[in-house]
């Protein structure tokens, strides 16, 4: 899963899910005993019963329907609430987090979105994934300030931060500034250095852009230091093994592409890149079948 | 002993004469002439004479033909040493009606001063229905340059009288473009190529997609109507048509194997990239696979995109592919690619490694520059002459209403990249002066020396608008060579001829002869190289189509050369 989706996870997250009504008291019951079934059964009846129920169940419902795997139903869920309590934060960017997801260019979802940070003006996920949707858009100015109000808003530690300075380097990037994009992609990498856990998938778009400036050497430490942190992060293993071979190591590539392959999961688009470069790698060793396998799956898929 | 020290009138004289140099240089500068290295262009199309207008015939539907023309050629039609422009053209929708001038092909005369006479109709090229792209070349090695136009429905082949009028063969030919099964197709582009190494030029016609008004849906973005994504028509194989020595081709597409492959074609160019001695093609395609047809040798061609690393960008995926040009960017001697596409694709570029090819797109620098932009007609010359092809990218949005639709710009500038030599390229459009970056909505491009000066000139075509004639103004002392070959045992044209430049100073360079370059369009056949501070070539050797080697010793550089196979 693209790091960029865990991070909406988070964001969403933060909101606070607190209600006296029995219902949503039997439906946590169920959510703590891992029985999303049963909680999304009495939430949908709940609401069928009583659409004013406060836009709490509309999430709680929504956040079901994800556990079952229900992505249509969640957005389902939190589209009706929205329709009820338009002006409701949560369920505003709820429900143009889960369309972003699927729909990076979507209209509605930066609707949603802005009017969620409107009514949440003090949310720094609700800035987050707003500036993330501008980010898609092409609207990178607006993308910017999104994030950086989201960095305001945000303490310092916060897994947020790392990634929405990594968002303004890449809109910095994308508006030509690269100085002000450097500037923003160091403070990323500082910041997730102090985490516990490092956020790879951060640090890797700081070395996408050091390529892309022909810092290559950079690029490769950086690629060596992600690896120390996260030893099993795909795409810095087939930024490695690109490095290689550019370099003409076409076996030592070959090598750090088959663990790329390994470590891409289900991630459609890390297999379609870890396996189109085993096939051209394959194929420039000789090694025909190898080629022809990778070239089948790339083909079906 | 002559006193050294200088009078106040001397001193006055010498700072005169500096400050007429420098009011020299400043009013060069003033006009885009200064001798500053930088690469410039001046569009001349106003005082060139050439009124054309790319006209679509632009309809509220919005049917996907409309965005899609359309090349231009830049070929000596009438052999005066002048390279000669025609422009492609649109017509009345629905009913593909030319008969309006409007929508007439236009063949320009280059008077030889930067001026230009419209002759389209005492030569007899107006053609007819919806053209798209075309292809010059001499198919049947008389010495005077051909034209077959790619369009909706139906192609034409124009033979060249020799005498300034053409005549419509394409009956005879059996170039009409009726696929045996898929009936009339959609073409984007063509190319003339010696496939078979037997002296005559055979035909790729590259075909689209499935389309017809009738069965178009409608596309909207909320309430906003706009042009179809490809990726709602089903695709169209290309087609090779074999040269028969006769006037007439044969459908040799399922045979060669160029016919299985379905994409959606847009762009097409040629060369031998692994150096056999056949020339291979590579075809972009439009939000589908791109296509690498390696030339087998015996009259079949294998498709090697997926594995030679060409088929897709580096992350494995397709880009809405566009333009191309297959030309040794890196004078190792093996042709690399490189194609143009749409916003956030970025516009690959890729090494060749001799059978396989390295993206080398981001760490050339070309992502950082290309990532925003969508890009029509592409070619990589030597701009500046220093030695290194440059890239070229004629850009525009595909959509005539993005403004509306995604909150970008319709009309863009196009783009140059610099070649700088170590690998990279450096983005300097802003330099190349005020006509060349007049955003536009910029589609085929082609490429030719219009006025002999050395420099590569180009013509860009600009949909329901004037081309842009880019004439290169750029200053430096830098020397070159233009080879102009006349195939005797290869095609006339020499089309596929592989040629290596030494020059006095400075790195071998390679290049090959093609007129098939970026999008639908058909550039100045000669070859081109820019040789840096050599004033001299010392050698300059060419592995002709046919399989002779032919070498050429203490050749003068800035001067075109013309080279008889023998």
Redesign the interface.
């Known amino acids: 899963m693209p790091v960029w989706i865990l991070l909406l996870w988070l964001a969403l997250a933060q909101n606070s899910l607190d209600s006296p009504d029995a219902t949503l008291q039997a439906a946590r019951t169920y959510i703590a005993q891992g029985n999303f079934v049963q909680a999304a059964e009495i939430l949908d009846r709940a609401l069928d019963a009583n659409t004013d129920a406060g836009s709490e169940p509309y999430l709680m419902l929504s956040e079901c329907r994800l556990r079952l795997d229900q992505k249509e139903k969640a957005l389902e869920a939190v589209e009706r609430g929205v329709k009820r309590y338009p002006t409701s934060g949560p369920l505003l960017k709820a429900a143009g987090v889960l369309i972003l997801q699927d729909h990076s ?1 979507s ?1 509605r979802a930066g609707e949603l979105l802005e009017r969620a940070t409107k009514a949440m003006p003090q949310d720094p996920g609700a800035h987050y994934a707003y500036g993330l949707w501008a980010l898609f ?3 990178e100015e607006i993308a910017i300030a999104a994030e950086r109000r989201a960095l305001a808003l945000s303490s310092a530690g916060d897994p947020i931060q790392v990634q929405a300075w990594t968002f303004i380097g890449v809109a910095e ?2 508006l ?1 500034r ?1 100085q002000r994009a450097e500037t923003a992609f160091r403070t990323a990498l500082a910041a997730n250095r102090k985490l516990p856990n490092p956020n790879p998938g951060a640090a890797i778009e700081f070395v ?1 852009f050091l ?4 810092r ?1 050497g950079e690029a490769q430490k950086l690629v060596d230091e992600i690896l120390k942190f996260a030893p099993d992060f795909g795409p810095a293993h087939l930024e490695r093994a ?1 490095y290689l ?2 370099q ?1 190591d076409l076996e030592p590539a070959l090598a750090e592409g088959k663990i790329a392959l390994d470590q891409a999961g289900s991630d459609p ?1 890390s297999l ?6 085993l ?2 790698t394959c ?2 060793l000789g090694r025909m079948d190898e ?1 022809t396998i990778h ?1 089948s799956w ?2 079906s898929h | 002993m002559v006193n050294a020290v200088k009078t106040p009138l001397q001193l006055n004289r010498t700072v005169a004469v500096w400050m007429r140099i420098g009011l020299i240089f400043v009013g060069l500068a003033a006009i885009g002439m200064a001798p500053d290295g930088k690469i410039r262009f001046e569009n001349i199309v106003v005082p060139s004479g050439i009124s054309f207008v790319l006209d679509n015939s632009a309809t509220p539907q919005k049917h996907q033909i409309e965005t899609m023309i359309a090349g231009v050629a830049v070929f000596d039609y009438n052999n005066d040493g002048l390279p000669d422009i025609y422009f492609v053209n649109g017509a009345a929708l629905p009913a593909l009606d030319k008969s309006n001038p409007r929508f007439y092909n236009r063949l320009y005369r280059n008077n030889g001063n930067e001026t230009f006479t419209d002759v389209t109709d005492s030569a007899g090229l107006r053609g007819a229905g919806y053209g798209m792209g075309v292809a010059a070349a001499d198919y049947d090695n008389d010495g005077y340059e051909d034209v077959f136009v790619a369009g909706l429905n139906r192609n034409q082949l124009f033979h060249n009288n020799g005498d300034g009028t053409f005549t419509d063969v394409t009956v005879k030919a059996g170039l009409e473009g009726v696929h045996p099964t898929l009936g009339k197709t959609w073409s984007i582009s063509a190319g003339w190529f010696d496939y078979d190494n037997d002296g005559y030029l055979d035909l790729i016609v590259v075909n689209y997609v499935r389309w017809s008004p009738e069965h178009e849906p409608e596309c909207f973005v909320g309430k906003v109507r706009g042009y179809c994504s490809p990726a709602g028509f089903e695709g169209e194989p290309s087609m090779l048509f074999h040269n028969n020595g006769d006037g007439t081709f044969t459908d040799v597409s399922e045979k060669s194997g160029i016919g299985k492959h379905i994409g959606k074609g847009m762009g097409v160019a040629f060369a031998d990239y692994d150096g056999d001695g056949f020339t291979d093609v590579f075809v972009s395609n439009d939000t589908f696979r791109n296509f690498l047809f390696h030339n087998n040798g015996d009259g079949t061609f294998s498709e090697v995109a997926i594995l030679a690393g060409v088929a897709y960008n580096e992350d494995g995926k397709s880009i809405a592919g566009m333009g191309a040009d297959f030309r040794d960017i890196d004078n190792d001697g093996r042709p690399d690619i490189f194609v143009v596409g749409m916003i956030g694709d970025t516009f690959p570029l890729f090494r060749n490694r001799g059978r396989y090819f390295e993206d080398i797109t981001r760490t050339s620098g070309v992502a950082k520059a290309t990532v925003g932009l969508t890009a029509w007609g592409a070619g990589a010359f030597d701009f500046d002459n220093d030695g290194n092809k440059d890239l070229f990218a004629a850009c525009a949005s595909i959509l005539d209403n993005s403004e509306e639709i995604d909150h970008l710009p319709s009309k863009l500038p196009n783009q140059l990249l610099r070649n700088l030599g170590n690998g990279t390229f450096a983005d300097v459009s802003a330099d190349a002066g005020a006509g060349f970056l007049a955003p536009a909505a910029h589609r085929g491009a082609a490429f030719g020396d219009l006025n002999n000066d050395g420099r590569m000139d180009i013509v860009v075509t600009n949909l329901n608008g004037k081309p842009e004639i880019l004439m290169n103004r750029s200053q430096n002392a830098n020397h070159w060579l233009t080879v102009r070959l006349v195939g005797t045992k290869s095609n006339r044209d020499g089309l596929g001829a592989r040629i290596k430049v030494s020059p006095s100073t400075g790195p071998v360079q390679y290049n090959h002869a093609t007129a098939s370059v970026g999008y639908g369009g058909s550039s100045d056949r000669r070859v081109h190289f820019g040789l840096g501070t050599a004033a001299r070539v010392d050698k300059l050797e060419i592995a002709w189509p046919s399989g002779i080697r032919q070498t050429i010793t203490d050749v003068n550089a800035n001067q075109i050369l013309t080279v008889r196979e023998k």
């Open positions: 260019d209209q858009n092409h609207r990037d994308a030509k690269p996408m390529t892309r400036q022909s290559q690109r071979s550019a003409g688009k379609r890149a870890a396996h189109a470069f096939a051209k194929f420039a080629a070239q790339i083909e």
